[in-house]
C-alpha cells in the first residue's frame, strides 16, 4: 500500500515551485499546485498573557487647578474672506462641448453577401 500523500522536508520555495527532499533522500523541485497544505504541529502551547503592571492613576480633574481658556479678541473689522458679494470671485466659464468624431457604422464587411430585406 502506497500512501496518497508523502510528507515532505521544504527547502526553498517560490511563488510557483518548492524544492523538496523527499523521505528517501532525494531532492527535486515540485509546483506548488501538486502540495498539500502543511501538517499542524500539535497543539499549540498555552501563552502565558502578558503581565500588567499597575499604573497610577491619573490625577483627578478636580485635583488640577482650573486655567481660564483665552477667546480670540472681537473687532469689527469685515473678514477679509467673507463679503456680501454674493458673486464668487474666481467663476470659470461653463466647459465647451468637445467636437468628437463619430465612428461610421455599418454591417461586417462578411455580411455583405446576404440580402437583409424581406
Same mark, same amino acid.
Given at each position: 500500500?502506497? /500512501?496518497?500523500?508523502?510528507?515532505?522536508?521544504? $527547502?526553498?520555495?517560490? @511563488? %510557483?515551485?518548492?524544492? !523538496?527532499?523527499?523521505?528517501?533522500?532525494?531532492?527535486?523541485?515540485?509546483?506548488?499546485?501538486?502540495?498539500?497544505?502543511c501538517a499542524?504541529?500539535?497543539?499549540?502551547?498555552d501563552?502565558? /498573557?502578558f503581565?500588567?503592571?499597575?499604573?497610577? $492613576?491619573?490625577?483627578? @480633574? %478636580?485635583?488640577?487647578p !482650573?486655567?481660564?481658556?483665552?477667546?480670540?479678541?472681537?473687532?469689527?473689522?469685515?473678514?477679509?474672506?467673507?463679503?456680501?458679494?454674493?458673486?464668487?470671485?474666481?467663476?470659470l466659464?461653463? /466647459?465647451?462641448p468637445?467636437?468628437?468624431?463619430?465612428?461610421?457604422?455599418?454591417?461586417?464587411?462578411?455580411?455583405r453577401?446576404?440580402?437583409?430585406?424581406?
Amino acid at each position: 500500500f502506497e /500512501p496518497a500523500v508523502e510528507e515532505v522536508e521544504l $527547502l526553498e520555495a517560490n @511563488p %510557483e515551485y518548492a524544492f !523538496v527532499r523527499l523521505p528517501d533522500g532525494r531532492e527535486t523541485s515540485i509546483s506548488l499546485r501538486h502540495l498539500a497544505p502543511c501538517a499542524e504541529q500539535g497543539p499549540v502551547p498555552d501563552q502565558t /498573557p502578558f503581565s500588567v503592571s499597575p499604573t497610577p $492613576l491619573a490625577p483627578r @480633574p %478636580e485635583d488640577q487647578p !482650573v486655567v481660564p481658556i483665552s477667546t480670540p479678541p472681537v473687532t469689527d473689522e469685515p473678514d477679509p474672506l467673507s463679503s456680501d458679494n454674493p458673486e464668487p470671485v474666481n467663476e470659470l466659464p461653463p /466647459p465647451a462641448p468637445t467636437s468628437r468624431p463619430q465612428r461610421d457604422r455599418r454591417a461586417p464587411a462578411y455580411l455583405r453577401d446576404y440580402v437583409t430585406s424581406l
